[in-house]
Each structure stands twice: as C-alpha cells, then as structure tokens.
C-alpha cells in the first residue's frame, strides 16, 4: 500500500507533468505556426521572381532542321522531345510561372542550351557537329534523353525504343554526312 503522502506527491507530480505537456505542446504549435507563416510568406514573395520566357531571335539559317532537313517523322521527334529545351524554340509550360518550379526548369533550359542549342547549329565547327551528334546517338539510345524529368509532364516526349533506334540512326547518318563534309573541305584547302 502506498502512504497518503506519497500519493499527494505522485498525484503533484501528475499535475506538473499535465501542466508542463500541454504547455510544451502549446509553445512546439505555436512554433509550428510560425514556422508555416514564414514558409507561407516566402512562398507568396518568391512568386515575384519570375523566370525570363524569352526566346533569343536567332537566323533560321542556322538552325538544324533547316541545315539538315530531316523527314517528317524525325522532324517530330526532334520538336516534341529535343527542343524545348535544346533551341531558341522553348515553350514554357504554365508550371513555371510557380517558383521555385520555374527557376528548376529555366535551370535545365539553359544547361541544356549550353551544351547543345540546334537553333544554333550552323555556327558549329564540323568537328563540334560531328561530336554533338555522336553524343545524340549515345544519349538517346542510353535514355538518357529526353530526360525523365521532362518526360513527366510531357508525355508526347516519351520516345519507344523503335523511335529512339530511328533516331540513332538517322543521326549517324548525320554524321557520316558533317564528316564527309570535313574530309571534302579538308582535300580541297590541299
């Protein structure tokens, strides 16, 4: 049996213990709401940094499809799965004008840019051509292109593995074409 006095002292203790949990759970709430106004606030005042959608005004001369003048079918694939993110083509999908996502996406655009651009094609040197195309061939047979990311919410993009063997194809085709172009060029300064 317990003593009356330890009862007083265990019923004290049980108090204190209700006392100091509703009052920790009160002040971990209150953080709590603080921390999602703060999160809410920053959220509504990074809407106001919007991610610049303009294409650079480039000669169409020098675009690839031009240059190359591939058939309709790869005309197609090169447009839904490569240059939204490879040209000065972009069209921006109504996501990015929700940031953070449209800073992530206006990243990938322009990484992508940086590494190939076919709006830009013509002003690559042979050799330069002859490896961008060499990395198309690599990259879409690996699927690593188009990237699943973008895929996601583009569905057209999805390339099926007889769209992506077409295209390798017709790639390399491309590159026997820019390296007889580099032999022919290199014989005739001879």
């Not at 447009?79 to 490879?86: E, F, M, N």
């Not at 099926?160 to 022919?184: K, M």
């Amino acid at each position: 049996m317990r003593s009356p006095e330890f009862s007083l002292l265990l019923r004290k203790a049980r108090i204190k213990a209700r006392f100091f949990c509703t009052l920790s759970n009160k002040i971990l709430l209150g953080m709590l709401q603080k921390i999602l106004l703060g999160l809410g606030a920053i959220l509504i005042i990074i809407q106001f940094f919007q991610i610049d959608k303009t294409n650079k005004e480039v000669d169409p001369e020098l675009d690839f499809m031009n240059i190359t003048s591939p058939n309709n079918e790869v005309a197609e694939i090169l447009k839904t799965a490569c240059y939204d993110c490879h040209s000065e083509k972009t069209v921006y999908p109504w996501y990015t004008n929700v940031q953070p996502v449209g800073w992530w996406v206006k990243d990938h655009v322009d990484h992508g840019k940086s590494h190939l651009n076919f709006s830009i094609w013509g002003e690559y040197s042979t050799d330069r051509a002859d490896h961008k195309l060499e990395e198309c061939v690599e990259y879409v047979l690996n699927e690593e292109m188009p990237l699943p990311s973008y895929t996601w919410g583009h569905a057209e993009a999805r390339l099926t593995d007889e769209q992506r063997e077409f295209l390798a194809e017709w790639f390399e085709e491309q590159r026997l074409i820019v390296q007889n172009d580099t032999l022919s060029t290199s014989s005739s300064d001879s």
